[in-house]
């Protein structure tokens, strides 16, 4: 009976690892994508606090890579504590503030921008306080002839005699009157006034200030969710009015020009796309990018050279030499640092910023034409760029496992705020890794524990198909890797060990079932241990006869060794089991290696992981020819070339049934701790010289080599010897014919 037909008693289907992959591919191809789906939808439509996030990611990268200062001709006249020692206590008279302005304008200022309002009369006026003394019924006889006595007056001839912009506060929360707006206002296409801010009314300065000023612009920050200033319009409509921002009009004026230009959607060269914006905005001869709303964004850079001059200083005339190069040619903004007069902001780069210097850096940024940007296409892009991270990662989980979707999501997060951080530094451009990132890690949080109950049903799936023929550290590593694992055939380089017992079927045949099951259930369980532990797959077990390979399902290191170390420990245990039950049970065990198919082969009702092929054919036949040779283990030459430290000695050239080409075939006698010893060196150097005067026909010279070799060798190995002895005598009377090769030729399967 050839091993191949003979069968497994009981065989058990296995169910293919394969469909759990399929199974494990197919849900996360339908989850992965359904909740990145929810998860953009809820994002686009604001149902998610992302909203929150994106300013924050936006003010870190500011924080991280600040604009660089441009250098702009700015200066601020700050009413700062010592000007306050130096002056009195706030509100300064009218006059103070005039002779200031008087003072700017003698050094060369471009313009005077006050980010302050003086909506109300200065009490502190000589006019002021005669009214009151009259009105207590004293009698008070002012000068006249000389400069006016009324400080209001005093400040608004300063002002017509200097380029002032007066501050306003555009607000929603009172419909106070404004002034007429200085700069005059032309625009393209769509009616600015359908999509600018709008505001019912505000604060100004006394009608007598503002019609003296040669500008009026606002200087008051919408508010913010979060009280942050980041983005704020440039143009503001209120009470049907147009009204540009501090600065944008200190620059107006700066320049000279008469007009602010503004372009909407619709107008010629501009596409009309059914949404009224701002297109562009031009201030003198400055191009102003804005958002579609006349939104800018403040890029801060910090201004660390900007000048700053205490507002008494100018009033100090041993100080004009020193201050003269910061003002001649400057826009000056005029603000206030005092503790209780303080006008602080909180800014992505500082938390207490004057809110004069905010003007201060849109100024710089306008002049150094450095700016940022959020552009109409973003949400577009982020939803794109989310919607292909949250498809990549999908495709990744549903080829790899837990750990590489976890790397994977790592590394796709990493890419959305790497490439928002790129778009930033090198384009400025302001592009949320938010949505992208929260797609992908929306993606992972779903697909994780989806991943992992698969994977641990596909690890108990292997645990329970290949725990009963696999070692217990080889099933680990399967489950660990079920991809590792490639069903349905593939060929791999094998080890394959046959065994059976000596004897068997007389043996049987003397038993009673039960004790014939008692024998074989004694002989295979350490057999099996051997085998398991020295990580071999069992194929079957055929009677009392054992198939293993080693190297398949999974790599095997120098499975060559190992598989004849195996052999060595059947044999122990089989000596083991003899001297526990007082039998005389013997085995042989043939190994052989080189390529084989493997997988799940058998029909499409029950099937089995095994082996098949010539080599697998060839280890069997060596297994036939131990009971001709009389030893307990044989190997081919492709086994014993990677374990060739043990003790091994060389049987003879066989050409098995099936095989044309011979096949060197050795005896393996122990480990490589055996090897060393001198009865084995001895024995291996006389074995060498009987099988070379063997196949040379040196009959004496052999019959002399074997007389040494059969008395070093142990007892057991006779019958292999009286073969030789056989052939030997066989071969004195009847020498081999010319071209004798050495060969035999086995006719047992």
Known sequence: MTWWRRTSPNPQPKPQPSRSARQKSLLVWIVGPATLGVFVGLGVYGLLPLDRLTPLVFDAYQRLHPRAEAGAPVTIVDIDESSMAKLGQWPWPRSTIGQIVDRLGELGAASIAFDMVFPEP?????TQAA????????KVELPTGGPSLDNDTRLAEAFGRNNVVAGIVVSNETDNPLPAPKAGFSFAGADPHLYLP???????????????AAGVGFFSFPPSTDGIVRVLPLISSAQGQLYPTLSLEALRVAQGAKSIIIRSTGASGDADTGVTAMTALRDGDLDVPTGPR????????GLPSMATIPAATLLDPKASAAIADKIAGHIILVGTSAVGLRDLVATPTDASMPGVRVHAEIIDQILGKTFISRPDWARGAEIFAALVLGFILVAIAQRAGAIAS???????VAVALGGSWAGF??????????LPAGAVLAVFAVTMPLLLLLTDREKQFVRGAFGRYLAPSLVERLSDNPNALKLGGETRELTTLFSDIRGFTSMSEKLEPDALTD???SFLTPMTDVLLNSEATIDKYMGDAIMAFWNAPLDIADHRRKSCLAALQMLDALNRLNAERGSQIRIGVGLNTGNACVGNLGSAQRFSYSAIGDSVNLASRVEGLTKSYGVSILTTEATRAGAAELAFLEADLVRVVGRREPVPVHVLLGDAAHAETPEFRALAAAHA???AAYRAIEVEAAEAALAEATALAPPDFAKFYDLYAERLGEMRQAPPLAGWDGVFTSRQK
Do not use: C, H
């Not at 006349?294 to 850079?301: K, L, P, Q, T």
């Open 198 to 212: 709008q505001n019912r009314g505000g604060v100004t300065d006394l009608k007598p200030l503002t019609d003296a």
């Open 519 to 521: 024998l074989l259930n």
């Open 406 to 412: 976890a790397g994977g999501a790592i590394v796709l």
């Open 294 to 301: 006349g939104e800018f964004w403040v890029y801060f850079s």
């Open 689 to 691: 010289r009987l099988i």
């Open 122 to 126: 200065d009490r502190s006026s000589l």
């Open 425 to 434: 530094v090198d384009g400025q451009l302001l592009l949320d890794p938010i």
């Open 131 to 138: 009214a009151d003394l009259e009105r207590a019924g004293a």
